[in-house]
């Protein structure tokens, strides 16, 4: 079946610029989790859902960065004013539930994120 | 706190050799761990994971690790590379309560497989 997908794949904006990144994880998921993968930082995870709400979103790295997600479906990640240090891959994962630290959490191909 | 190490950042092997990545961890509880690949230009794929129902865990493409908890290890190995296993990997551990739905990455491991 259709796994988790990412739009767009890589996106090029100027300092200063608003970007949305958006996720549409696998039908009938109702977890969905967003990280990002920096050369510096490695790979951090940012927020969670479990259906419509994120019970954390304290990996969000400033209030530049905010994230929803409507239906119980697809997430957009918000990042206002880009920095260069936001620069990066943003990669979205989605799981059946969120039950427990088993769950296995299934990744999209990522957005590259350039911020000239 | 939760941590993961991964030992080496770089490991060279030829094919048909045995391949051995190592991780380490550190968690305030019992932790699940999860070893995931990335290979160019593609999303993360789970490879295996230990959930506390066996200490050696089989995965896909003839990949295993051995959950040691007196060592805090969790080290992936093949017997035998192949030149398709040529990719980066990452050591995860995920633990409940708080911080429930978070995955914490090591720094990855590139594993290189020489003809």
């Known amino acids: 079946g259709a796994g988790v997908s990412q739009s767009p794949s890589n996106k090029v904006t100027e300092k200063g610029k608003d970007v949305e990144l958006r996720c549409d994880p696998i039908s009938g998921h109702t977890a969905l989790y967003w990280y990002r993968q920096s050369l510096g930082q490695g790979l951090e995870f940012l927020i969670y859902f479990q259906g419509n709400s994120a019970p954390d979103k304290s990996g969000l790295p400033s209030d530049r960065f905010s994230a929803e997600r409507t239906g119980g479906s697809v997430s957009t990640l918000t990042i206002q004013r880009t920095q260069q240090e936001d620069s990066a891959v943003y990669l979205c994962?989605?799981?059946?539930?969120?039950?427990?630290?088993?769950?296995?959490?299934?990744f999209g191909p990522g957005t590259r994120l350039t911020v000239l | 706190a939760q941590s993961v190490t991964q030992l080496d950042s770089h490991v060279s092997v030829s094919e048909g050799t045995p391949v051995l990545l190592r991780c380490n961890y550190s968690s305030s509880y019992s932790p699940s761990l999860f070893w995931y690949v990335q290979h160019p230009n593609k999303g993360l794929q789970l490879l295996l994971k230990y959930t506390s129902a066996a200490t050696l865990v089989k995965g896909i493409n003839g990949f295993e690790a051995e959950f040691k908890k007196s060592e805090t290890s969790f080290h992936l190995t093949k017997p035998s590379a192949h030149m398709s296993d040529a990719a980066e990997y990452f050591c995860v551990v995920s633990v409940g309560g708080s911080t429930l739905g978070r995955l914490y990455f090591g720094r990855g491991t590139q594993l290189t497989v020489w003809p």
């Open positions: 994962a989605s799981s059946p539930r969120l039950a427990g630290a088993t769950d296995t959490q299934y």
